[in-house]
């Protein structure tokens, strides 16, 4: 049994980044996208290096992703106020007005996630998860709210196909 672990982990998170691209088809953002934005809906205001650390990408997936925000006009590149040369990532208006479908969407998903189980169900495959994670090294912060990096997409682990900046 305990080698089917890993294949249904693996299983699963595949399915739900499927998930996530189908229900995203058609809207103004990628998964990548989406994953830094609910980062930051999180907590807004951050350097750009600490969304590499929560989801455990390179910077320069994290830098690729960022850009396209910013030309979207979802998020900004400051100064710190703190330390000049590094730049916080904040939320624009835009991505603030984008925020309830985004929420939505995850809630949807969770619901689906969570199907047929009870709420004792749900908290033991939480803590469940949590363990895994931090059996492998992942903190517990970088997993609060299940955005952690747990699964990548591509092969830098962004959403991107290579070749598809």
């Given at each position: 049994?305990?080698?089917?672990?890993?294949?249904?982990?693996?299983?699963?998170?595949?399915?739900?980044?499927?998930?996530?691209?189908?229900?995203?088809?058609?809207?103004?953002?990628?998964?990548?996208?989406?994953?830094?934005?609910?980062?930051?809906?999180?907590?807004?205001?951050?350097?750009?290096?600490?969304?590499?650390?929560?989801?455990?990408?390179?910077?320069?997936?994290?830098?690729?992703?960022?850009?396209?925000?910013?030309?979207?006009?979802?998020?900004?590149?400051?100064?710190?106020?703190?330390?000049?040369?590094?730049?916080?990532?904040?939320?624009?208006?835009?991505?603030?007005?984008?925020?309830?479908?985004?929420?939505?969407?995850?809630?949807?998903?969770?619901?689906e996630l969570t199907a047929g189980l009870s709420d004792?169900?749900?908290?033991?495959?939480?803590?469940?998860?949590?363990?895994?994670?931090?059996?492998?090294?992942?903190?517990?912060?970088?997993?609060?709210?299940?955005?952690?990096?747990?699964?990548?997409?591509?092969?830098?682990?962004?959403?991107?196909?290579?070749?598809?900046?």
């Amino acid at each position: 049994m305990s080698d089917d672990i890993a294949r249904y982990v693996s299983i699963a998170g595949r399915a739900v980044s499927s998930r996530i691209a189908e229900e995203l088809a058609g809207r103004a953002v990628s998964r990548g996208e989406y994953r830094v934005l609910r980062g930051l809906y999180d907590e807004d205001g951050v350097p750009q290096r600490a969304l590499c650390d929560r989801f455990h990408l390179d910077r320069g997936v994290v830098a690729r992703v960022v850009g396209r925000l910013e030309q979207k006009g979802y998020v900004e590149r400051r100064p710190d106020p703190e330390d000049r040369r590094r730049k916080l990532v904040s939320l624009t208006d835009r991505a603030e007005r984008l925020r309830p479908a985004l929420t939505d969407l995850q809630a949807a998903l969770d619901d689906e996630l969570t199907a047929g189980l009870s709420d004792e169900e749900v908290e033991t495959l939480v803590e469940g998860l949590r363990q895994v994670c931090s059996n492998l090294g992942v903190e517990d912060a970088d997993v609060r709210d299940g955005e952690g990096g747990a699964t990548t997409d591509g092969p830098d682990g962004s959403d991107e196909e290579p070749g598809t900046e």
